[in-house]
């Protein structure tokens, strides 16, 4: 084989191994192809947030299930298995002397019970069965003692309610919890959708530089043949030179930027690879409209602030009921009825056990507390007040939000469509301009406003895709309704 053959085939060896090392390189590091819908829909289903959010929400299920069994009849089992007890204990001796005697015996018991809670009244009613047994081993005697079955009441008179007040304000704010989830997750979306944009800017200003350092390559090519000719200055020349390292070092920062980019969108959606990521630009329309009046129907039907305002109207009002029920005056009704029997076995206090009977009402009125009840009465109404005109600035405030987000929607579509345009006709011009620098009918300084007018509006193209993908993620966080199905948002 000759020399010449021989390099042929070495030569292609190598480029064999170089395209193999490539393909290799391929098919380690992927591209990720992925849209602004895709993204949230990671975000929504995978991100820490999302599932910070799902654990917020179950915790408040189960906060609000353990409230609801506060109001559920209640039984419980207790005693005391065994009582053993063997001591002295001091005895007073009828002369006045103590006297230290043996005491060897076992005190058992067990009581059955049931309660219920009446949310009405603030009352529980109870009832009950119970078992005792006494041994007394230094006299071998045993005795029984129980109460087959009893029933009773305990009202409070005159006294606040709190049962009544917290079924109320806690169903609102469990009402309140779970339109909450789906702000967050509405709100995963606003998160996303500006993790998204951050990268896609990054991209297109990677994209634009590279551009700009090859297009400037070639003009500076073109440039230094007519400099041979005498056709451009020396200045023009090493204004190019300068334009050339702009490029190239703005290709250096858009590479960097788009690193930090790709690195914190990959964190928030909860993505675990290597793969680079290729972002397509979002669609600059959605079919949908969005009338104000609708807008601000949904969001006081579905937002929790909205529950939240009557939430708090509530709580002041149950404020006011409790200075006004803790007046000092308390008085409890305590009614018990059963029946009762003792023996020396256990079926001897089934046997016609006698009836028992509680009837009685503890009362406590203050005679002097200078003005004291007055004072809280007063203090509750008036934060009762403050809340009032509190809750409705906040009202107002948020339905001048919802009207300006509508108005913004609104706006953002107009931008959308003038930046669409004015990027189109900065596109045409750099073109022309470009053709007239190589032709010699243009200067170097119109060329270069060319380019960064071109740059410029490609830039602000995606600053008002952005913006329009804001306001529309904005909108469906803060009315809870999706324009495009016309459907409240659920979860």
Known sequence: MSIKYMFFFLAALLIQASLSIELVRAQVVDTLKLQLKEVVAMAKAQSIASKQ?????????????TFKSNYQPQLSLKGILP???????????????????????????????????????????????????????????????????????????????????????????????????????????????????ALLLAQVDLQIAETNLTNTNSIQKIADTKFEMGKVSKNEILQLELEALKAEKAVGVAKRDMEVATYNLKAYIGLQNNDKIKLSLPESTVDMKVVTDKALTEAFQNRSDAIAFGRRLEEAKRDVARAKGDNGVNATLNANLGFARSGTSIGSVYQHPRDQQLLELAIEIPILDWGRQKSRKKTAMANQQFTQYAVAQD??????????????????????????????IASEKYLIAKERYVLGNLSITDLSIAFQENDQAKRDYIYSLRDFWGAYYQLRYLSLFDFEKNEKIKL
């Open 53 to 65: 959010a799902a654990t917020l929400k179950e915790t408040r299920y189960w906060e609000w299930m």
């Open 83 to 197: 009582g053993y007890s063997k001591s002295s204990i001091s005895v007073q001796q009828p002369d006045g002397t103590i006297d230290f005697r043996s005491v060897h015996n076992n005190n058992s018991s067990l009581d059955l019970s049931f309660s219920q809670r009446i949310s009405q009244t603030g009352g529980t009613v109870y009832g009950s069965t119970s078992l005792q047994r006494f041994d007394d081993f230094d006299r071998k005697n045993t005795l029984y003692n129980g109460v087959p079955y009893g029933v009773g009441l305990i009202q409070p008179l005159f006294q606040f309610n709190a049962l009544k007040w917290d079924r109320k304000i806690e169903a609102l704010k469990y009402n309140e919890s779970q339109q909450a989830y789906i702000e967050a997750m509405e709100q995963i979306s606003i998160n996303a959708s500006t993790y998204f944009f």
């Open 395 to 424: 009202q107002q405030n948020f339905t001048q939000k919802i009207i300006t987000e509508v108005n913004l929607f609104e706006m953002m579509k107009g931008q959308l469509v003038l930046n669409t345009r004015a990027e189109q």
